[in-house]
């Protein structure tokens, strides 16, 4: 049976918005099988970033180099990705799920204006529901351990 409208289930759910059908399993007899999708928050971004996003994973700072070997390929229980652009802005790692952006702060965040820009940034990113958490280049060089654990704690425990 294909319904084209969508169905409501217990909850209020409906088939359309949040499941998705599939066949079920071999040896659990024949008919569909509801799924529960979470839709995530989609972002828009810029697309003319998308050329200095791929420039910036090409050359990242050892730093970043090594805080991103510790978190790809779900290491950490998430997906990472690198130097994404949201919005107007790239940020160093982004995790789509959970909405959390990490930045690896080099020396370059520390001269001029740069501070209030990196402010003016992460409220802005902040303000469409992006997570921060920040970490010194020095931090992630001298102790990625401890870089790694408190990534790890944000994840187990996100803020409400």
Request: one cysteine or more; hydrophobic letters at 35%; glycine letters at 6%.
């Amino acid at each position: 049976m294909n319904r084209t409208h969508p169905q409501p289930l217990p909850g209020g759910d409906c088939i359309a918005q949040n499941s998705t059908r599939r066949n079920s399993p071999p040896g659990r007899g024949w008919g569909w099988v509801l799924m529960k999708i979470e839709m995530r928050k989609i972002i828009p971004y810029d697309p003319r970033l998308v050329p200095l996003a791929r420039k910036l994973r090409n050359d990242m700072t050892l730093g970043e180099i090594l805080l991103w070997n510790e978190i790809k390929n779900k290491q950490l229980g998430v997906r990472f990705s690198r130097q994404i652009p949201i919005d107007q802005y790239i940020v160093d790692f982004y995790c789509k799920d959970l909405m959390l952006a990490i930045e690896v702060d080099g020396s370059t965040h520390y001269h001029d204006d740069q501070p209030e820009k990196d402010q003016r940034r992460q409220e802005r990113l902040e303000s469409l529901g992006v997570c921060f958490l920040r970490f010194d280049d020095l931090d992630v060089k001298s102790d990625i351990n401890w870089v790694v654990n408190e990534i790890q704690h944000w994840i187990d425990n996100p803020p409400t």
